[in-house]
């Protein structure tokens, strides 16, 4: 079992940045993240493989967001810049032990984490 500990969240005005972090108990093929907004499904975000360090972003976020994992502590990263009101939502942290399938969706994951708020005031 692999636990996962998200911090970073916060509020901060429109094209302001914040810095979330993820904390793993256990090595994984994958991490990432995903969001969801009040009435709104569960959505990628970003996702990062630990071993060659390939990355896949929502195009929403591209260009603004980028993600990054550090093999020594276990962690993973999600700088997020130019923060839009749109980007408010619960951010969850979520790793994956396959390597087989997309990293798109809510089911090739396998863990989560409990969900950290951003809310970006315009």
């Known amino acids: 079992q692999v636990q996962l500990v998200e911090s970073g969240g916060g509020l901060v005005q429109a094209g302001g940045s914040l810095r979330l972090t993820c904390a793993a108990t256990?090595?994984?093929?994958?991490m990432g993240w995903f969001r969801q907004a009040p009435g709104r499904e569960r959505e990628f975000v970003a996702a990062?493989?630990?071993?060659?360090?390939?990355?896949y972003y929502a195009e929403s976020v591209k260009g603004r967001f980028t993600i990054s994992r550090d093999n020594a502590k276990n962690t993973v990263y999600l700088q997020m810049n130019t923060l839009k009101p749109e980007d408010t939502a619960v951010y969850f942290c979520?790793?994956?032990?396959?390597?087989?399938?997309?990293?798109?969706?809510?089911?090739?994951?396998?863990?989560w984490g409990q969900g950290t708020q951003v809310t970006v005031s315009s």
């Open positions: 256990g090595r994984t093929f994958a």
């Open positions: 990062v493989t630990w071993s060659f360090g390939n990355t």
């Open positions: 979520t790793a994956r032990t396959s390597p087989r399938g997309s990293y798109y969706y809510k089911s090739d994951y396998d863990y």
